[in-house]
């Protein structure tokens, strides 16, 4: 007769009691319940690079900041900071929108209806906080109409307009934009009406938008405010670039006119470029070869900038800003080569 076989001592399986599966129930509980809390507060830091917020003054061709940015929006597990805001879930990739000229990323709070977005002439209903007093729009509830207004030609205008692009109705956002100290900024659009995309507008009605934006711009070039003038002409230049080749004449106008801003706001590599293309329609254009030549002596191309200034004498010979100019290059110029020239001789002598 066969016996059945016994097991070894210590691998027996034997009932644990009732109140020890109770213990054990309850302490996974509790250690499911800690992760999960853990995991639904992600910690959040403000940064602050002691940058301008001035869109038109800046291009990030740099991604690092950005990159950092979004590091700290999503939280480091591996500091303890305090949190500015509850969020119901864990921040997922999806929460994130990063403007694509790296001026602010968006962290959504809440996600909206739908999937239309704003558009041009859309008025959107707008809730604003946490921006400091003067940097943004008044806090509290505001309509703002897409592509219309003085309200895009404020500091935080163009930032708010690209944001409110991104959004659909009843969304939440907390932005996070270099230059911004202290909690994040949060923004809500409740309600906008229907508008309408650029490609959808007739010719006549894109020369109109931009023959306002335009008059506007020289406006505020006038009064001394070269970065709104700088957004008026870029906005202008962007509607007139959607029709056909080649284009109406403003668009010549339209880049000298931004080019003068451009060097008024220390950026002459841009000026240089809004400049050539005005000259690729005129090449004997005497305000955009001026304004070449300067920005090219500031970028020390000392040839490129005296043959600039030779054109617009050759041109017009008592342009007496060519004149002055040219003379300023040539001293500068003299210098250079005295630099040389010193540096030569103590690598030889």
Known sequence: METPPVSPVGEKNTPQPQQQREKNSRENLDSTTQIRQQSRNPPTETLDLGMSLDPASHILENTQDTEKLVVELEGDSDKSRGSTSE????????????????????KIIIRGRGLDKPKL??????LAF????????????????MGVGPWREEIWGELI???????????????QFPGHSGPPVRLTLASFTEGR??????????????????????ELFRAGNPEGAAQCYGRALRLLLTLPPPGPPERTVLHANLAACQLLLGQPQLAAQSCDRVLEREPGHLKALYRRG??????????????????VLAIDPRNRAAQEELGKVA????????GLAQGLRKMFG
């Open 130 to 145: 946490g921006f400091s007093l003067g940097s943004g729009p008044p806090e509290g509830w505001t309509e703002l109409t």
């Open 331 to 338: 001293i500068q110029g003299k210098k250079q080569d005295a």
């Open 87 to 106: 969020m119901p879930e864990a921040l997922q990739a999806s929460d994130l929108w990063y403007c694509p000229d790296g001026s602010f990323v968006k």
């Open 294 to 311: 300067v920005a090219q002596a500031a970028l020390g191309n000392l040839e490129k900038a005296t043959a600039d200034f030779k054109k």
């Open 197 to 218: 995309d650029s490609w959808e507008l007739e010719t006549s009605e894109k020369e109109a938008l931009a023959t306002e934006e335009r008059a506007r711009g020289t």
């Open 121 to 126: 002439g859309s008025r959107c209903r707008v």
């Open 161 to 175: 307009e690209k944001c409110l692009e991104s959004m659909c109705q009843g969304e939440e956002a907390e932005l």
